[in-house]
């Protein structure tokens, strides 16, 4: 086997090899991300009417 075609055979695998390794991280990292407990609070409030929406929500809570 010359040298240029070892060289090509190894680069190859390299290249796979951090294919493949690139692939489970990113896996990994996604996987964390779902999982984590990301709480996100809101307030909302509802209108009788749409054509007058209530401008101070404070009073409403009282």
Do not use: R, W
């Amino acid at each position: 086997m010359t040298y240029k075609a070892k060289s090509l055979i190894y680069f190859s695998c390299f290249v796979l090899a951090s294919l493949i390794y690139y692939g489970v991280e990113q896996q990994d990292d996604f996987q964390e991300h779902i999982s984590s407990e990301t709480v996100v609070e809101t307030q909302f409030h509802n209108t009788e009417d749409p054509e007058k929406p209530q401008t101070d929500f404070q009073e409403e809570q009282q």
